[in-house]
């Protein structure tokens, strides 16, 4: 099992660029989520999934977009590039939701200039 | 709103104990987990306590108390490789499903 991966592992983007931060996970879980991390900062939720199909927004959703059409991928679209977007990213997953530990991705460094 | 309260930064020795703590006020709680955060890593399970009580496991252990709204972890015996930061979160009802709060987090450092 290689677990939750992301990719990439680090981009520089431009002001008004976009991108797709990619998320898939080889355990069949059920539940995927998207959290960025500031410096000095906890975790804040973007979206998550509670199975393919099935997407909801969290904490701080402005910004970004995301689709689940299958078990296994959950990516995150950011449309246009702003520097308040620059942070790290990380994916987990967990099978029936947050009353679990939750599998986390080695995460993806953004930084827009 | 959302509330999770902890220490920014802690210093402790080698060999040493140290307790981290963790207050929340929260609209929900379904439980409480901790989370271990190497610089440059992703976090990593540590502990989860739905019920009061201590768990304990290892050098770590994790108390609750829900009713005055508290957690801490507590780190023995310390080493070096416990420096990393630790994050307290809380798990509550989000719409059908339930979502996971995190706290800023503790930096902890470990000298010799």
């Known amino acids: 099992n290689a677990g939750v991966t992301q990719t990439p592992k680090f981009r520089i983007l431009k002001i008004g660029q976009s991108m797709t931060l990619q998320c898939a996970q080889d355990?069949?879980?059920?539940?995927m989520y998207w959290y960025r991390q500031d410096p000095g900062m906890g975790l804040k939720l973007i979206y998550y999934s509670v199975g393919a199909g099935i997407t909801d927004k969290g904490e701080v959703p402005n910004g970004y977009n995301v689709s689940r059409s299958t078990t296994e991928d959950f990516p995150l679209r950011l449309e246009l590039a702003a520097p308040s977007q620059t942070s790290v990213y990380f994916c987990?997953?967990?099978?029936?939701?947050?009353?679990?530990?939750?599998?986390f991705g080695p995460g993806t460094r953004l930084l827009v200039l | 709103g959302q509330n999770i309260d902890q220490p920014t930064e802690m210093t402790a020795t080698e060999g040493a104990i140290v307790q981290i703590n963790c207050t929340y006020q929260t609209s929900g709680f379904n439980g409480l987990f901790w989370y271990q955060q190497h610089a440059g890593e992703a976090p990593t399970f540590l502990s989860y306590?739905?019920?009061?009580g201590l768990e304990e496991k290892g050098r770590f252990s994790s108390f609750l108390s829900r009713s005055k709204g508290y957690s801490y972890l507590l780190l023995k015996e310390l080493q070096m490789k416990d420096s990393a930061s630790y994050l307290c979160a809380v798990t509550q009802p989000s719409g059908g499903y339930s979502t996971l709060t995190f706290g800023k987090g503790t930096m902890l450092l470990v000298s010799p």
């Open positions: 355990m069949n879980h059920n539940y």
């Open positions: 306590n739905v019920l009061d």
């Open positions: 987990a997953s967990t099978l029936t939701g947050s009353q679990e530990t939750q599998y």
